[in-house]
């Protein structure tokens, strides 16, 4: 595709539900980042794949939080029990390669309210 | 730890009128510092990578500069359409593809 496109744009959840946000990387990129951005901050690493492979998931607040890339291209991010905390943008991010320094490429989030 | 801290927090500026934005950092290895534009309810969108000390980079009416330990954007003679919130991130030599974010600058420019 022509960025990255993330799914839902919005998501309200009572507390205590399990939601789940979709990412799809631009087509062919090797990287894969989560990033969570909580309201007037920057956003914090979350987790990290090159093609399938989780290589850094340092970033992730609890085990409720768990992500996957099983055929190295759509990512989900799941988020078990959710609690008011959890309640955030979280951006989704591709590299073209698995180089580190490369330049992110970010999609537009998914606003996740917890009420 | 890494950390990245930004100032201002928020800056109004009136067309035409240059100023610039700061970026410290504490970083293990520093690897790149990176320049990030974010419009309302979008992603960041790159600026800029720097990867050593005393180099510079330059994009339409931005600059972005580097030492040891600060880098700063430049905004020459800023138009309405600069407003956005810049984000300034390090990437240290401890960990692999992991982005240490500053909060922010918010810069508003009125015409």
């Known amino acids: 595709g022509a960025g990255v496109s993330q799914s839902p744009r919005y998501k309200v959840a009572k507390r205590g539900q399990d939601v789940a946000l979709r990412c799809d990387p631009i087509?062919?990129?090797?990287?894969l980042f989560w990033y969570q951005q909580a309201l007037g901050q920057g956003p914090e690493f979350l987790t990290y794949?090159?093609?399938?492979?989780?290589?850094?998931k340092s970033g992730l607040p609890s085990d409720r939080f768990f992500a996957e890339r099983p055929e190295g291209s759509v990512s989900t991010l799941k988020i078990q029990r959710t609690q008011q905390e959890d309640s955030a943008v979280y951006l989704c991010?591709?590299?073209?390669?698995?180089?580190?320094?490369?330049?992110?490429?970010f999609g537009s989030g998914t606003q996740l309210s917890v009420l | 730890e890494d950390q990245v801290t930004q100032s201002p927090e928020a800056l109004r500026l009136q067309e035409g009128e240059s100023s610039s934005l700061n970026c410290s950092y504490t970083?293990?290895?520093?690897?790149?510092l990176f320049w990030y534009r974010q419009d309302p309810g979008k992603g960041p969108e790159f600026l800029f990578t720097?990867?050593?000390a005393g180099e510079e980079k330059e994009k339409e009416r931005l600059k972005a500069t580097l030492t040891k330990k600060e880098s700063f954007l430049h905004i020459t003679a800023p138009k309405p359409e600069d407003s956005a919130t810049y984000l300034c991130?390090?990437?240290?030599?401890?960990?692999?593809?992991?982005?240490?974010f500053g909060q922010g600058t918010i810069l508003t420019v009125h015409p």
């Open positions: 087509s062919g990129h090797v990287s």
């Open positions: 970083v293990s290895g520093l690897r790149g």
């Open positions: 991010a591709s590299s073209r390669t698995g180089g580190s320094n490369e330049k992110l490429f």
């Open positions: 720097l990867y050593s």
């Open positions: 991130a390090a990437l240290g030599g401890t960990s692999y593809g992991k982005l240490t």
């Open positions: 794949f090159q093609n399938e492979a989780q290589l850094d």
